[in-house]
Each structure stands twice: as C-alpha cells, then as structure tokens.
C-alpha cells in the first residue's frame, strides 16, 4: 500500500507560480510511474505529467513549457512547478502513484486561480 501526501495548493492570480508536492510513503525508486493529474468542476479527471522511476518525465500537451515535474529521492518526494497560471488551471490536483499495476491516488489539493 502506497500512501501520498499532497501539499502547497492554494489561491494564486493568473499569471503566477506554485509549486504542488507530493509525499509518498514508500521509496520512490519501488514506484514504477508516479504523476499529477486534476480535475476541474464538472470535467474529468485528466493527466498533468508523469515522471517514471528512471526519472524520465512526459506532460499533457497543454501542460508543456509551464508546468515541469520533479522528485527528490532522498525525501520520496515529487514537484509539480507551475508557472504562467490560468483561470483553466484551476482544479483539485492529485498525486498519483503506479506500482506493479496497482494504482494509488492521494487526497487531492486545490489550486485556485483568479483572473
């Protein structure tokens, strides 16, 4: 059982930064793919980027050149910078981790943006 732990969403103007990160319990090299998705009120849930247990990352096409995902092995810890925020970047943001075919979802945290 993976466990995960969203952290730093909030309430930014159009325009700005976060940077959203996640905590998992177990080492992230024992992870095969770990990513974010979001989902915004009344869409379905859709992939943000993903980063694979060699490190190599992938992000939806309306994602690239704003938003860059990152781990940090020593703290089983994975980044999702988000830079040149829009109003349709807002939605609850979710970490997602994959291993040996199991799929393990974290709580959820919520990014706000106002134009």
């Known amino acids: 059982q993976v466990q995960l732990v969203e952290s730093g969403g909030g309430l930014v103007q159009a325009g700005g930064s976060l940077r959203l990160s996640c905590v998992a319990s177990e080492s992230i090299f024992s992870i095969n793919v770990m990513g974010w998705h979001r989902q915004a009120p009344g869409k379905q849930r859709e992939l943000v980027a993903l980063?694979?247990?060699?490190?190599?990352?992938n992000y939806a096409d309306s994602m690239k050149g704003r938003f860059t995902i990152s781990r940090d092995t020593a703290k089983n810890t994975v980044y999702l910078q988000m830079d040149s925020l829009k109003s349709d970047d807002t939605a609850v943001y979710y970490c997602n981790a994959v291993r040996y075919g199991t799929s393990y979802w974290g709580q959820g945290t919520q990014v706000t943006v106002s134009s």
């Open positions: 980063i694979n247990s060699g490190g190599r990352t």
